[in-house]
């Protein structure tokens, strides 16, 4: 029973197309790229999916099935297989490593619709969609803490390595100070620390105990920063 899953819809070998087999490739392709869509869109984090992205994953599926559908069984046209998988490279700006997880997705859709694997391009796409769907939902692989960036300015007469130290051992889990650096013509320190904060203290009593210790100078704390901030 387990191997008519994987016994290709279309049982000749001829290069030439049918109507009727390009439409039910079509149909399922694009069945299968709304459905990958709909579950990307769900399990993005923030719920701010790209549209753009969105749609790419709808169409890139009926893409890959009509270029399968060209192929056939020529072995000379197979070689143009490698330009589909090129399409990957033109997501000009790195994203989530989860998107590119979910392009290869669509691709291998994509494979199995074009390929004739109906009902298995069908069952895979629902087990993967459920996995992701469920992961999401247990928020697999989240840290349990918060880490976040600390900038803070003090003046130059405050000893920096001792000053802050009971402020973020009461506020903090781990603080680690990274970066020192002089402003206002050497008359002020900038600290720049990566602090992991206690889920049971409040953010506003941490950054008011900060300014009591230099002096109502500036104070940034960045959530989720990214290594360019440092």
Request: aromatic share 8%; glycine share 6%.
């Amino acid at each position: 029973m387990l191997d008519s899953l994987f016994t290709s819809a279309s049982s000749t070998t001829e290069s030439t197309l049918t109507v009727s087999n390009s439409l039910v490739a079509l149909l399922a392709a694009f069945a299968v790229g709304i459905l990958i869509s709909l579950v990307y869109m769900r399990t993005h984090k923030n719920n701010n999916p790209s549209q753009s992205f969105a749609l790419t994953i709808v169409i890139l599926p009926a893409v890959i099935s009509v270029i399968i559908l060209l192929v056939g069984s020529n072995i000379a046209r197979a070689f143009s297989l490698a330009g589909a998988f090129s399409i990957i490279r033109f997501r000009s700006v790195p994203g989530d490593p989860k998107d590119i997880a979910y392009v290869l997705f669509a691709l291998a859709a994509g494979l199995a619709c074009g390929m004739g694997y109906l009902t298995f391009g069908f069952l895979f796409t629902l087990v993967v969609c459920l996995v992701m769907l469920i992961l999401n939902a247990i928020k697999f692989g989240q840290s349990r803490t918060t880490g976040k960036l600390l900038k803070i300015v003090i003046p130059e007469n405050l000893d920096y390595q001792n000053a802050l130290e009971d402020v973020l051992n009461q506020y903090t889990v781990s603080h680690d100070l990274i970066k020192v650096k002089t402003t206002d013509l050497g008359s002020l320190y900038e600290l720049v620390y990566q602090v992991t904060t206690r889920d049971d203290r409040k953010e506003k009593d941490f950054i008011d105990e900060l300014r009591c210790r230099n002096g109502n100078l500036n104070i940034t704390l960045v959530m989720n920063a990214q290594p360019a901030e440092y």
